[in-house]
């Protein structure tokens, strides 16, 4: 390999998830820098982490970040919410490469599109307990209004593949009546797999709520970040260097399939890792 290919800026960008949902951002992360090379890793047998405990997710993540590192990455996103609101922080001291999560670039974009101060969050159980998005919100907007809403069958209904089945509209309307009288003008789709549901959200909510999807901002953020520490792939790729890589604790065959049916590219393989060892 060329000396200078071995820069610190030809390294892949290490995204990791609960599963397949953090394709979501690894997708906007393809689309808006599509120079930088990506280790994806998807804990797809311990999923879903919306519902465990903080130290449960905090072990897990620390596993992952570990993982990512052994691979050469130059810096993390944590492109679950949950992990992002309970790990993130706690992490960030034991790291030597920048480390950035979904929550933060999405409640400042919200705080930013609302006119009437008043955002809703839908996300999983334990991202809606840690009111991790009131906090970042009323960091930008200390006046703001943040309704919060778990609707935990959005992820089995996605995995599943029943984007516009009708009982995912069903269970959409039963979720989403609680913001009914809330006047918000914001919803943050505060979960990896709720932007998959996004055409589902809008007819319900309606063209008066903007809807945010925290993806689009989280790879704005990341973009910014390599710039500021001097790393971002200025194009040259080291020689047999993988774009994208993607490893999966269980089911590597599913992973696949749902990867291949929601990114811009076609991936050949997913390859399956003990991750607690
Ligand atoms: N990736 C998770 C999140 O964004 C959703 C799936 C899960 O519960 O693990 O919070």
Redesign the pocket.
């Known amino acids: 390999m060329n000396q200078s290919l071995n820069d610190k800026k030809y390294a892949p960008i290490g995204v990791f ?3 397949v ?2 394709l979501t951002v690894a997708r906007e992360i393809m689309r808006q820098l599509s120079l930088e090379r990506i280790v994806y890793f998807g804990d797809t047998a311990r ?4 519902s465990k405990s903080k130290e449960t997710i905090l072990r897990y993540s620390r596993q992952i970040i570990h993982f990512l590192e052994s691979k050469g990455v130059k810096a993390i996103v944590v492109a ?3 992990a992002s609101a309970y790990a993130l922080e706690e992490l960030r001291p034991e790291m030597r490469i920048p480390i950035i999560g979904v929550v933060k670039p999405g409640a400042k974009v919200a705080a930013q599109v609302t006119r009437n101060g008043k955002i809703g969050v839908i ?2 159980e334990g ?1 809606i307990a840690s009111q991790i998005y009131t906090e970042m919100i009323q960091r930008h907007n200390p006046h703001a209004i943040v309704v919060g809403k778990a609707c935990p069958l959005f ?1 089995p209904l996605v995995e599943e593949g029943w984007l516009k089945d009708p009982i995912t509209i069903e269970v959409a309307k039963r979720y989403l009546a609680s913001f009914q009288e809330t006047g918000i003008d914001t919803l943050i789709l505060g ?3 709720y932007p998959l549901l996004r055409s589902v959200v809008r007819d319900i909510m309606g063209e008066g709520v903007e809807l945010v999807n925290p993806a689009y901002e989280t790879a704005q953020g990341l973009k910014r970040l390599l710039e500021e520490c001097g790393i971002a792939n200025d194009g040259a790729q080291p020689e047999g260097a993988p774009m994208y890589q993607f490893y999966v604790s269980d089911a590597a065959e599913k992973f696949k399939s749902f990867a291949n049916s929601i990114l811009p590219c076609e991936i050949k393989e997913a390859q399956l890792i003990q991750i607690e060892e």
């Open positions: 998830d609960s599963g949902g953090g999923v879903p982490y919306g679950c919410n949950t996300g999983t991202t992820v979960c990896t797999h």
